[in-house]
């Protein structure tokens, strides 16, 4: 019985609140035009990504998250565009997909060094699943059994209009950016729920090469990033390295989450060609109470299309792999 007046405690909470967790990956490079919009097109060439992201799923809970986005440098419009499409599923309650157009253009700053602005214009569809909650009226004090619910339970779905602005500053080996995810949210009021979290992200990285005796068979690329996450109901940190020889990728992060106390270890794989890459990571919480320490799991794949006219913008920077 214990159990579930705590279960009932924590969904009339739910229903009161409404509340989702922000949307996060770990692969924050790799997963660029979500990292920041402004990150569209720069390479030049037409790219498609997709990732899909799970966790707490063996607590019997179920978080997952799909993303796909297309990115190219429009030279007839001397514009870069993209497109994204996200569909979030939080404890088997929330559900919410969304599509995003993309427009970012460069400003020239000084040899070598460019700033670049974008926009972010989309639309969402958010729901709640009621047949996972557990109302008051299903407990019984003298019974086991959970009843049916009288509670009606209709109408909670809404359509959603999301506006995401970007600015880049970088070079041909480094950058820093700020983002603000749904920013549109700081100004309604009149949401009877919120499952979207005006989201403040701030991100930077970088390109480096090391060989030994100037020699391609010993050359190692080094991707360094940060990135810190700043929401309502959750705040992160993090800091981590890739290193590429060949085909292979390899690398790890260190992830500190300040809302919930918790730290992860984040350990990177990947398999890269010319066109195309593939990835995957495993989040490894440090202090978890349930000892559920494997309980995230990342992969990705991105190729890159050829150019039909290869057209090299001025001063443009490789896109953070």
Not at 92 to 108: E, L, Q
Request: glycine residues 6%; charged residues 15%.
């Amino acid at each position: 019985m214990y159990r579930h007046f705590v279960i009932t405690s924590i969904f009339t909470c739910a229903i009161a609140v409404l509340c989702a967790q922000p949307v996060d990956f770990s692969q924050t490079p790799s997963n660029y035009i979500y990292t920041n919009p402004a990150f569209a097109g720069n390479n030049n060439c037409p790219t498609a990504y997709t990732s899909y992201r799970i966790r707490n799923f063996s607590n019997g809970e179920f978080f997952s998250t799909n993303f796909l986005s297309f990115d190219n440098y429009a030279a007839f419009m001397n514009t870069d565009i993209g497109l994204s499409v996200l569909h979030d599923i939080q404890n088997s309650v929330f559900h919410t997909t969304g599509i995003a157009a993309i427009a970012a253009r460069d400003i020239f700053i000084a040899r070598g060094v460019m700033l670049k602005y974008a926009l972010a214009l989309g639309y969402y569809y958010s729901r709640i699943s009621g047949e996972n909650l557990i109302f008051p009226d299903q407990i019984n004090p003298f019974s086991t059994e959970i009843s049916t619910s009288g509670e009606e339970f209709t109408g909670k779905m809404q359509h959603l209009y999301d506006i995401e602005p970007g600015i880049l500053l970088y070079t041909y080996n480094i950058y820093a950016g700020i983002t603000a995810k749904h920013i549109q949210e700081f100004f309604r009021k009149n949401s009877f729920f919120n499952p979207l979290h005006p989201t403040i992200s701030i991100h930077a990285g970088g390109y480096f090469e090391t060989s030994r005796g100037s020699s391609l068979k010993y050359l190692y690329q080094w991707y360094p990033h940060l990135n810190i996450s700043i929401a309502p109901s959750s705040a992160f940190t993090q800091l981590g390295m890739r290193v590429q020889r060949n085909f292979l990728e390899f690398g790890a992060a260190f992830r500190e989450n300040f809302s919930f106390n918790a730290e992860s270890f984040i350990l990177f794989v990947g398999l890269v060609q010319k066109k195309y890459k593939f990835a995957y990571n495993c989040d490894i919480t440090l202090n978890s109470r349930k000892r559920n320490y494997f309980n995230t799991h990342e992969i990705s794949l991105s190729y890159t299309f050829e150019c039909r006219t290869q057209v090299r913008k001025m001063g443009a920077v490789r896109a953070p792999q």
